[in-house]
């Protein structure tokens, strides 16, 4: 429905150092994400402000340099590296003749990007509506865009923006009609297997900590594993079986992120369900990222976030061929595993884990056996 910059083209990132002491961590998270979503970085402009310029975001000083990078470089995009309110992305769009996003707009275009089943596509697509409606009642809209172009001076006339008002409202309650089938069938899905006592364990993690190349090393699948964030979007479950406790439902989700858009986690609900709903977390680290205890927090947050923050954990200490460390188990004062160091791409310490979910299932089942239904969910 939306437009999207063309994928390759040079963009000109802006970040501004509020005096926050992630702000290096942030930045460069940026450039990733800019990378990942197929866009060259021609340049990237920085500052430094108290607070932000309430029509500008940045000072007008700093929005020509801006300018001028992006006519040097012959950029198409310039892309910030925070939220902007509707009113500055337009008045930026309009100093700087060329298309403006910001952080959400390019997290939400990746997801856009990467999304491969319906239920995943809908989510997205419902989560850009959302975006994009906040920017349609200022008369300059991305519809406007698509019609006029970048630059088209006074916007849509009301009774324009009216109809484009009211198509947003009736996709958005179209999509969501949809979203709220797909979520019942997959609740359905989720009893029977509740039912057969089946185990069900998500991964999660922050991304690009290793979660699809894990996946496809305990079950073999095919999923796609790739240097770039957010490589997986929907969540995939397949069948992994444990010789002792018979077969586990292994569920890969979407990774997290610091700032991930609240109204992406909103959209997500129904996949992330599934990693709340789970029996245990298998939670992947990249031990030999710099931030590493940063993105463990981070996920944590998330997790807390969609009501998952009392399901039991296995911290999975990833990447350990970068790091040198041994593959090795650790156990918590009761004799629980609580972590394993392993890597999944070169297979160390897999097994380590394999025996952790065992004996995490064996622990479990006779839980499982008497385990009965909930009476009031109030389903079928
Ligand atoms: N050296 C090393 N690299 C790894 C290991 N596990 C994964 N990787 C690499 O890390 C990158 C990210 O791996 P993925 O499996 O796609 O990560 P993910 O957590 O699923 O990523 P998202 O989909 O973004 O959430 C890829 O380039 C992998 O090859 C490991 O044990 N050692």
Same mark, same amino acid.
């Given at each position: 429905m939306f437009e999207r910059p063309e994928a390759g083209g040079t963009v000109v990132l802006v970040s501004l150092d509020f005096?926050?002491?992630?702000y290096q961590d942030s930045l460069n998270e940026l450039v990733l994400l800019t990378r990942s979503a197929g866009f060259k970085v021609a340049a990237v402009v920085e500052g430094r402000r108290s607070k932000p310029d /309430? /029509?500008?975001?940045?000072g007008s000083g700093k929005v020509e340099e801006v300018a001028a990078a992006v006519q040097e470089h012959g950029a198409g995009l310039v892309i910030f590296n925070h939220e902007l309110s509707p009113i500055q992305e337009r008045n930026l769009e309009r100093a700087l003749q060329c298309r403006v996003l910001d952080r959400t707009a390019l997290i939400l275009d990746i997801f856009a990007q990467r999304a491969r089943s319906g239920e995943g596509k809908l989510q997205v697509e419902l989560a850009q509506l959302k975006h994009y409606a906040t920017r349609l009642v200022r008369g300059w809209t991305h519809l406007e865009r698509q019609r006029g172009g970048i630059g088209v001076r006074g916007g849509p006339g009301e009774k324009q923006i009216e109809l484009d008002r009211r198509m947003l409202a009736n996709r958005i309650r179209t999509i969501e009609a949809k979203l709220k089938k797909l979520e019942q069938s997959r609740a359905i899905q989720r009893r029977a297997r509740n039912r057969g006592g089946v185990l069900s364990v998500s991964l999660v993690g922050y991304t690009n900590a290793g979660k699809s190349t894990l996946f496809n090393r305990l079950t073999r699948a095919g999923t796609y594993a790739a240097d770039q964030l957010f490589a997986t979007l929907d969540t995939t479950s397949r069948k992994l079986w444990l010789p002792e406790v018979g077969s586990v439902v292994l569920s890969d989700t979407v990774g997290f992120i610091t700032q991930l858009p609240h109204g992406l986690v909103a959209a997500f609900h129904a996949t992330l369900e599934e990693t709340a709903k789970a029996d245990l977390l298998l939670h992947v680290i990249d031990s030999a990222s710099p931030n590493r205890d940063r993105q463990i927090e981070e996920v944590n947050k998330v997790l807390a976030e969609i009501g998952a923050q009392d399901v039991p954990q296995i911290l999975v200490y990833n990447k350990c061929d970068l790091t040198g460390a041994a593959p090795d188990l650790v156990r918590d004062e009761y004799g629980k595993i609580a972590a394993v160091r392993l890597s999944a791409r070169t297979g160390e310490g897999v097994d380590l884990l394999k025996q952790a979910l065992e004996a995490f299932a064996r622990a479990k089942q006779p839980k499982t056996e008497i385990q009965t239904e909930p009476v009031t969910d109030g389903m079928e």
């Amino acid at each position: 429905m939306f437009e999207r910059p063309e994928a390759g083209g040079t963009v000109v990132l802006v970040s501004l150092d509020f005096g926050s002491p992630d702000y290096q961590d942030s930045l460069n998270e940026l450039v990733l994400l800019t990378r990942s979503a197929g866009f060259k970085v021609a340049a990237v402009v920085e500052g430094r402000r108290s607070k932000p310029d /309430a /029509a500008l975001f940045a000072g007008s000083g700093k929005v020509e340099e801006v300018a001028a990078a992006v006519q040097e470089h012959g950029a198409g995009l310039v892309i910030f590296n925070h939220e902007l309110s509707p009113i500055q992305e337009r008045n930026l769009e309009r100093a700087l003749q060329c298309r403006v996003l910001d952080r959400t707009a390019l997290i939400l275009d990746i997801f856009a990007q990467r999304a491969r089943s319906g239920e995943g596509k809908l989510q997205v697509e419902l989560a850009q509506l959302k975006h994009y409606a906040t920017r349609l009642v200022r008369g300059w809209t991305h519809l406007e865009r698509q019609r006029g172009g970048i630059g088209v001076r006074g916007g849509p006339g009301e009774k324009q923006i009216e109809l484009d008002r009211r198509m947003l409202a009736n996709r958005i309650r179209t999509i969501e009609a949809k979203l709220k089938k797909l979520e019942q069938s997959r609740a359905i899905q989720r009893r029977a297997r509740n039912r057969g006592g089946v185990l069900s364990v998500s991964l999660v993690g922050y991304t690009n900590a290793g979660k699809s190349t894990l996946f496809n090393r305990l079950t073999r699948a095919g999923t796609y594993a790739a240097d770039q964030l957010f490589a997986t979007l929907d969540t995939t479950s397949r069948k992994l079986w444990l010789p002792e406790v018979g077969s586990v439902v292994l569920s890969d989700t979407v990774g997290f992120i610091t700032q991930l858009p609240h109204g992406l986690v909103a959209a997500f609900h129904a996949t992330l369900e599934e990693t709340a709903k789970a029996d245990l977390l298998l939670h992947v680290i990249d031990s030999a990222s710099p931030n590493r205890d940063r993105q463990i927090e981070e996920v944590n947050k998330v997790l807390a976030e969609i009501g998952a923050q009392d399901v039991p954990q296995i911290l999975v200490y990833n990447k350990c061929d970068l790091t040198g460390a041994a593959p090795d188990l650790v156990r918590d004062e009761y004799g629980k595993i609580a972590a394993v160091r392993l890597s999944a791409r070169t297979g160390e310490g897999v097994d380590l884990l394999k025996q952790a979910l065992e004996a995490f299932a064996r622990a479990k089942q006779p839980k499982t056996e008497i385990q009965t239904e909930p009476v009031t969910d109030g389903m079928e």
